[in-house]
Structure formats: structure tokens, C-alpha cells
């Protein structure tokens, strides 16, 4: 079935763990989106690809690295996991930047990131 | 710097009632205003979506009312149901601003 994945969709780990969150998209789109959601903050872009190998920061970047070496996955990468890292984590993905009637950005279900 | 303000947090509304929740922005370059619902465990997924050259518009029971020179636009949902209580997110996307930036949320509840 077309969609988008992530996994795991739960993980506790320890502060100064690296810890990698996995996306897959089987729609072949281009962009790619990695936001955090936090209680009163809403959803943040952490980093976007706009395609294999082209990726850059959003709002929230700082502790984060990404990396797309195939279109239809996105890995992020917590390189020591922080506990202000705790957070639920969710991929997106669009034929467009920003989005288009008709083009929206599709979200995956989450990864719910413990850090102790 | 929060560019799209949205309210209100939470809300309550009985069946069959009228649900408004609020949003303004900042970035007058957007030109995609999308409302996403959220149901708990899952990720956020588009419910309506507005341009700013249309004032409203409708889909079932779900309506945004848009109004440029003020720069805000709102969610109308008629004759809310129980499996409408969801948390609601409006946001803005466009005049190459990064992804989509998002209010919030609205924790709407509906009562039966």
C-alpha cells in the first residue's frame, strides 16, 4: 500500500545515546519533512530534502542530522539524545516545498522518543 | 517567532453545535492555508485547505472562512459530532517559507 512509515513508533533511550528514527515513502514524492510535536508548541520543521542528497534546516535543527540517500527514505538522527529531545517525532512528505491544493504534505503516524 | 496564532486551545462544544476555531498569520507571502485534524497516536491529516484569492470554503460540514486584509482565517465545523473531537491545526505554506508552519492546535472536544 502507497503511504508513508515510520519506525519504531516508540523508543526510550538514555541521554548521550545516538539514536536514528527511520521514514519511508512509497509515493516517490520529492520533499520530505521532519517535524517534532510538543505539548503548546505545536508541530516544528526540524529539516526538509527537497531530494537525494539536498536537504536543509528548518526551525529547529540544532541536535539533528539528516541524510537521503534514496528519495523514499529519510533517517533522522539524534547523535546524543538530549532529555529536551523527548518529543513525538513525525515525517512528512509532498511534491511541493510548501504544499498545493491538491499536493499536500502527507504525515506518517509518529515516533513517540523517550529520553531518561 | 510564532507566524501563525492560533485559539482557541481547547474547546467544548455540545452535539450538533457549531465549532470555530481561530487562526492569523503574519507571513503575507503564504498562499496555501491548510487545516489538518489529528486523532490521538496518529499523524496529522489534511481536512480542508484554502488559497487566499477564495474567501470560503466548504466541504460537508467543514467551512474555512477566509479574510486576507485582516490576515486571519477560521475552521467552521456545523453539527459537530463526537468523532469530531480531535486536535485541529491550521498552517500557512508558501512565498518560500520552509514546510508548512503551524498554529498550536485546538483540542476540540465534543460532547454528546
Known amino acids: 500500500d502507497a503511504g508513508i512509515t515510520q519506525s519504531p513508533r516508540y523508543k526510550i533511550t538514555e541521554t548521550g545515546r545516538q539514536v536514528t528514527l527511520m521514514c519511508h515513502q512509497t509515493?516517490?514524492?520529492?520533499?520530505m519533512f521532519w517535524y517534532r510535536q510538543d505539548l503548546g508548541h505545536g508541530l516544528r520543521l526540524i529539516y526538509y530534502?527537497?531530494?537525494?542528497?539536498?536537504?536543509d534546516k528548518g526551525e529547529v535543527p540544532d541536535g539533528y542530522v539528516v541524510s537521503r540517500s534514496k528519495t523514499e527514505n529519510f533517517p533522522l538522527t539524534l547523535e546524543s539524545a538530549t532529555r529536551s529531545q523527548t518529543s513525538v517525532y513525525f515525517c512528512?512528505?509532498?511534491?511541493?516545498?510548501?504544499?498545493?491544493?491538491?499536493?499536500?504534505?502527507?504525515f506518517g503516524d509518529g515516533t513517540r522518543l523517550s529520553i531518561l | 517567532q510564532q507566524q501563525v496564532k492560533q485559539s482557541p486551545q481547547s474547546l467544548i462544544v455540545q452535539k450538533g453545535g457549531i465549532s470555530i476555531i481561530n487562526c492569523a498569520y503574519e507571513?503575507?507571502?503564504?498562499?496555501?492555508f491548510p487545516w489538518y485534524q489529528q486523532f490521538p497516536g496518529k499523524g496529522p491529516a489534511l481536512l480542508i485547505a484554502?488559497?487566499?484569492?477564495?474567501s470560503e470554503k466548504k466541504e460537508g460540514r467543514f467551512t474555512i472562512s477566509f479574510n486576507k486584509s485582516a490576515k486571519q482565517f477560521s475552521l467552521h465545523i456545523m453539527d459537530s459530532q463526537p468523532g469530531d473531537s480531535a486536535t485541529y491545526f491550521c498552517?500557512?505554506?508558501?512565498?518560500?517559507?520552509?514546510?508548512?508552519?503551524f498554529g498550536k492546535g485546538t483540542h476540540l472536544i465534543i460532547q454528546p
Open positions: 498552517a500557512g505554506a508558501g512565498g518560500g517559507a520552509d514546510g508548512l508552519t
Open positions: 484554502i488559497r487566499p484569492d477564495v
Open positions: 512528512a512528505s509532498s511534491e511541493r516545498q510548501g504544499a498545493w491544493i491538491n499536493q499536500p504534505q502527507h
Open positions: 507571513n503575507t507571502a503564504f498562499d496555501y
Open positions: 509515493w516517490s514524492h520529492s520533499y
Open positions: 530534502s527537497a531530494a537525494a542528497d539536498i536537504t
